[in-house]
Every structure is written in C-alpha cells, then in structure tokens.
T-cell receptor, first 114, second 114 residues
Framework: DAGVTQSPTHLIKTRGQQVTLRCSPK?????VSWYQQALGQGPQFIFQ???????QRGNFPDRFSGHQFPNYSSELNVNALLLGDSALYLCASSFPGGKGYGYTFGSGTRLTVV | DQQVKQNSPSLSVQEGRISILNCDYT??????FLWYKKYPAEGPTFLIS?????DKNEDGRFTVFLNKSAKHLSLHIVPSQPGDSAVYFC?????????????FGTGTRLTVIP
C-alpha cells in the first residue's frame, strides 16, 4: 500500500516564477494538508483541503493556493516566487475528518528559488 | 512568534538508557499534543499523542508526559535503541486555531550510541 506520494522530489525555480507541487494521498485518505518547512525550522501549516475545498488556512499570503481533485489528490501552487519560499514542502493526508494524529506525511518536495 | 519550542537541538544517549526530549509551549489554548519522528529523506511519522485532559500517555517504549501548569511536555523513550536515532518534532493544536493546524517545534536530533 503506497503512502503519500509527492512530486517532484526536487526543483529549482527563478524568483518571480510560478510553481506547482503535487500530492497523492494514502489509499483511504480523503483529506490533504500542506506544510512548509524552512531550513532549521519545524513545518508550518499552509492549508488543508477536504471535499475539494479549502477547509482551513494558515498564515500564508494569497500567492499560495491549492486545489483538490475528485480522486483526492492535491496541488499546491505558488506564484511570484520569492527567495524566502525556498523550503521543503510537505503534504500530509488523513482519514475522513482526521486530525494531526491521523496524518501520514509524504517525503516532501525540496524547492529552491534562485 | 514560535508557539512551540524545543530548546535542545540535539541529544545523545547510550543504547539502553532513557532518552528524554522536552517541549514547551506558550499558547494556553492548545489542547492536543503530538510527537513525530523524522528520518532523513522521509516525511515525519506520527509517534504518540496526548490530550490536555490527560497528563500521561504510554505506547510501548514511548511515554509522553504533559504538565499544563508549566506548559511543558516531554517524551520518554525507554530503553533507547539505535533505530530511534532521528529528529523528533513536538506539535500542538487547538480547537480555536483549528485542529488541523499543527504548530511544530524546531525539532531535536536524537542520537542513540550503540
């Protein structure tokens, strides 16, 4: 049984560009959350998607947007990239209505903005 | 503002001994606490959690203690094994900020010496 799958694993973008990161949740999970982990920091909550809608959002600007598809997979989009957006982006899926204790994290996408 | 703090970036323990990882929080509204373990190139893995209505929760070699008056929790691993070597993150959530929004500490790197 595959866990949470994220793609790509690494990518490099130029400041001002746009990027899309993808996440496939664990089988049986329908809720997807995205976290940003800057170097030396703990993960920070970006937002959560459930039933194809953004259910909750952390303290991130509108440049960060997302989408959830009918098959529960999700995308994270970041526009007008800044150098400070360089980080590991983690996707976590959970059971219906699941909370943090039910999270399964992917191994992340390492984004470098130059 | 870091609401969850792990003040020890690293900890080294001999195999078979007890490992104690500490975590402090500032937001008195937090009502659910979790510990995650992270190996290199992998996403965080849920380890153990505790609700604010309890002061102790055990799962095998892992025990989490919660001291609400001191806003402090700790993770005890007994006995420590080399496979426990990883980065440990403390996380917290509250109904007010949204149970899906986990606030993470910066992590403690545990090294268990054979």
């Amino acid at each position: 049984d595959a866990g949470v799958t994220q793609s790509p694993t690494h990518l490099i973008k130029t400041r001002g560009q746009q990027v899309t990161l993808r996440c496939s949740p664990k089988s049986g999970h329908d809720t997807v959350s995205w976290y940003q982990q800057a170097l030396g920091q703990g993960p920070q909550f970006i937002f959560q998607y459930y039933e194809e809608e953004e259910r909750q959002r952390g303290n991130f600007p509108d440049r960060f947007s997302g989408h959830q598809f009918p098959n529960y997979s999700s995308e994270l989009n970041v526009n007008a990239l800044l150098l400070g957006d360089s980080a590991l982006y983690l996707c976590a899926s959970s059971f219906p209505g699941g909370k943090g204790y039910g999270y399964t994290f992917g191994s992340g996408t390492r984004l470098t903005v130059v | 503002d870091q609401q969850v703090k792990q003040n020890s970036p690293s900890l080294s323990v001999q195999e078979g001994r007890i490992s104690i990882l500490n975590c402090d929080y500032t937001n008195s509204m937090f009502d659910y606490f979790l510990w995650y373990k992270k190996y290199p190139a992998e996403g965080p893995t849920f380890l153990i959690s505790i609700s604010s209505i309890k002061d102790k929760n055990e799962d095998g070699r892992f025990t989490v203690f919660l001291n609400k008056s001191a806003k402090h929790l700790s993770l005890h691993i007994v006995p420590s094994q080399p496979g426990d070597s990883a980065v440990y993150f403390c996380a917290a959530s509250s109904i007010q900020t949204g149970a899906n929004n986990l606030f993470f500490g910066t992590g403690t790197r545990l090294t268990v010496i054979p």
